[in-house]
């Protein structure tokens, strides 16, 4: 059983920056695509960022140049570093891992982040 716990969420001023972490039990982190997601109340699930099991990172344009998404195999978690946050940002922030090989799409219950002044 893979468990992903996310923290690092909080309240924030525009402009401001956040890193998001996520720490995940079980031994096929390494092997595994990770991904952020953020759903914002009244909105759909949208996904913000992921690193492959490669390192190879795609971003959504919204934050393309603002956060960076990475990746410490050795410790089991991924990274949100979010900077120039804006209040559309506003979100709780998801991490995912998905191995379907492995037949294994894991899910974190999230961590708030409140972008305001």
């Known amino acids: 059983q893979v468990q992903l716990v996310e923290s690092g969420g909080g309240l924030v001023q525009p402009g401001g920056s956040l890193r998001l972490s996520c720490a995940a039990s079980g031994s096929i982190f390494s092997i595994g695509t990770m991904a952020w997601y953020r759903q914002a109340p009244g909105k759909q699930r949208e996904l913000v960022a992921v690193?492959?099991?490669?390192?190879?990172?795609n971003y959504a344009d919204s934050v393309k140049g603002r956060f960076t998404i990475s990746r410490d195999n050795a410790k089991n978690t991924v990274y949100l570093q979010m900077n120039s946050l804006k209040p559309e940002d506003t979100a709780v922030y998801l991490c995912?891992?998905?191995?379907?090989?492995?037949?294994?799409?894991?899910w974190g219950k999230g961590t708030l982040v409140t972008v305001s002044s």
């Open positions: 690193v492959t099991a490669g390192a190879s990172t």
């Open positions: 995912r891992l998905l191995a379907l090989t492995y037949g294994m799409d894991y």
